[in-house]
Structure formats: C-alpha cells, structure tokens
C-alpha cells in the first residue's frame, strides 16, 4: 500500500532537484567557497561595525536591553490575556443567551451539549460549537497565566 503523502514528498524532492541542477546547467549557482567567504566577510564588517558602536558610546547594556524587552513582552502577555478574558466572557454571555432547558429536536441533537446546572439541577442544552470554543479559549488562558506564573523574574 502506497503512502499518498510520502509519494506527495518524493515527488516534491525530484522536481526541487530537478530545478538545481537546471540552475546549476544555466550558471546561475556559484561555488560554496565564493558563498561562504562573501557571507564571512559581511559577518566581519557587522562585527567592526557593532564594536565601533560600542567603543563610540552608540549601544546599551545589555542588562537595560533585556529588561525593556521583558517589561514588553511582560505587557503584551497581560493584554492577551485581557483579551482572552473578554472574549471568554462574551462566550458565556452567547452561552447563556442561546441554552435552552428543554433537549434539541432529534435532527439537531448532535451540535448540542447536555449539562446538569449545579444550582438547580435541571438539565440545560447549549451549543456544542460555543462550548467548544470556550473551554479551547479557557484552556488558553490558563495556560496564559501558567506561563506568567512559570517566567523568570
């Protein structure tokens, strides 16, 4: 039995070797040695270039640098997790609008969710698409708050 998606690979391997060696019958490649010198030779000029910097008073420490990009991305977490909160919330509220106390018709049992409410224990049916989106979307956030709990300080 044939793998559709390893032959899909192969295939995409001999036409990717294919146009290679087309490149390299037109000229249009050049020796490794070439490549590798002109890339070494930028790095080189980079490198002066960053240690003239330095020397000329042009950079920060970088003690300064990690500490303006932690209180960044420190920001940008708490605003994901604003959002997440906010959007977690409208869900319950479309949750709550669209849940019914009586069970679906037959033909649309499937895209519903039966659950006991713990305060009445009444069954409730909700959209099973809503549902799905808010526990995906909590699951989210707890990881979200995992994460800050976790990072270094």
């Known amino acids: 039995m044939k793998d559709p ?7 995409s391997l001999d036409a990717a070797i294919e ?3 087309a490149d390299v019958k037109a000229g249009r490649t050049a020796p490794i040695e070439s490549v590798t010198d002109e890339l070494l030779a930028k790095l080189d000029a980079r ?4 240690l003239a910097d330095s020397e000329a008073g042009r950079s920060k420490p970088a003690e300064e640098v990690f500490d303006r990009l932690e209180a960044k991305y420190a920001a940008m977490a708490k ?7 906010a959007e977690l919330s ?4 479309q949750i709550a609008a669209a849940s019914r106390k009586t069970p679906p018709p037959a033909d649309e049992a499937e895209t519903w969710v039966c659950a006991i409410d ?3 224990g009444q069954p409730s049916w909700a959209p099973k698409a809503l549902l799905d989106a808010f526990w995906a979307l ?4 707890r ?9 270094p300080k």
């Open 79 to 85: 605003q994901d997790r604003e959002r997440a909160k």
């Open 90 to 93: 409208a869900l319950y509220s």
């Open 143 to 151: 990881e979200l708050d995992d994460d800050t709990k976790t990072s």
């Open 19 to 21: 146009r290679g060696l």
């Open 5 to 11: 998606d390893k032959e899909a690979k192969l295939k």
């Open 138 to 141: 909590r699951s989210t956030l």
């Open 118 to 120: 713990q305060d009445t």
């Open 47 to 50: 490198i002066e270039h960053g």
